[in-house]
């Protein structure tokens, strides 16, 4: 942790604090600092959107209730933006009904935290977002280096065929094509899903691991890269409930994304 005083590296990452509380806004820009972390802010979300266009950031904190545009409006216009739709968004809001936060995950937010907060723990939250976020091996290498270590695991012909028989860049699984280089999904009704950045590498987690059944904690440490007991398991219960909203035919009654009571989540490897 940075004294205030203490120059922060010109490569630190930089966040966008869309805020209009000037007390929470400080607060946090103060701790982010302490973090080696560098912020901007802004009271509105006009004003963000401006600012993130101005100079793209690393990562942006997004408040709900915000005057004029409220924060839901602008990360539809985040997601919508050439220019920012892979910036990760972290919605920190008074707003903690679970409907709420189903709209936040939605609109593509990476992550909901509700206020009050724990300064130390957003933190975690947040680094853990921007570790995701750097740059890594292409979706093409990271599907070859997955499917030669599925094959060796499982030794199932069925789904190697189906995988041998696809480019790199697809990963077919019970009729569903996850397509690694556009993170678009095509189910096995012809209907064609943008996944938000979460999503994907949710899903993709799930197919690559077909079979293996995943506790929410444990998607928490692999899929969110949360270190042990930060951040809550109703994220990852949010997410697979918006996540089945889009991809099952029948959401209340998911044939892909299975529920094994008292354990978590799996995808079977014969898929729907």
């Known amino acids: 942790m940075l004294p205030l005083h203490e120059k922060i590296p010109a490569d630190a990452p930089h966040i966008l604090i869309i805020e209009d509380d000037e007390l929470v806004a400080r607060t946090l820009e103060r701790g982010l600092r302490r973090h080696g972390l560098r912020a901007t802010l802004a009271g509105s979300g006009v004003e963000g959107l401006k600012a993130a266009r101005r100079r793209v950031p690393d990562l942006i904190i997004l408040d709900i209730i915000l005057p004029g545009m409220d924060g839901y409006r602008v990360c539809q216009e985040i997601r919508s933006d050439p220019i920012l739709q892979r910036v990760p968004v972290l919605f920190l809001t008074a707003k903690a009904r679970e409907e709420e936060r189903i709209a936040g995950f939605t609109l593509g937010a990476d992550d909901y935290v509700c206020k009050p907060f724990?300064?130390?723990?957003?933190?975690?939250?947040?680094?853990?977002?921007?570790?995701?976020?750097?740059?890594?091996?292409?979706?093409?290498?990271?599907?070859?280096?997955?499917?030669?270590?599925?094959?060796?695991?499982?030794?199932?012909?069925?789904?190697?065929?189906?995988?041998?028989?696809?480019?790199?860049?697809?990963?077919?699984?019970?009729?569903?094509?996850?397509?690694?280089r556009v993170f678009t999904l095509t189910t096995p009704w012809g209907k064609?899903?943008?996944?938000?950045?979460?999503?994907?590498?949710?899903?993709?987690?799930?197919?690559?691991?077909?079979g293996e059944v995943f506790t929410p904690a444990r998607l928490l440490d692999e899929v969110w890269d949360y270190p042990s007991h930060t951040g809550s398991q109703d994220l990852v219960r949010v997410h697979i409930k918006n996540l089945r909203q889009r991809i099952e035919k029948e959401p209340r009654n998911p044939q892909f994304i299975r529920t094994v009571p008292g354990f978590g989540y799996t995808i079977s490897a014969e898929g729907s």
């Open 118 to 180: 724990n300064l130390d723990e957003l933190v975690l939250r947040l680094k853990a977002i921007l570790r995701r976020a750097a740059p890594r091996p292409s979706p093409s290498q990271t599907f070859q280096s997955s499917e030669v270590q599925a094959q060796a695991d499982s030794g199932n012909h069925n789904q190697c065929s189906e995988n041998e028989q696809s480019p790199a860049h697809i990963l077919r699984l019970g009729g569903y094509q996850l397509d690694q």
């Open 192 to 210: 064609r899903v943008q996944l938000t950045p979460m999503q994907f590498e949710l899903l993709s987690h799930l197919m690559h691991h077909a």
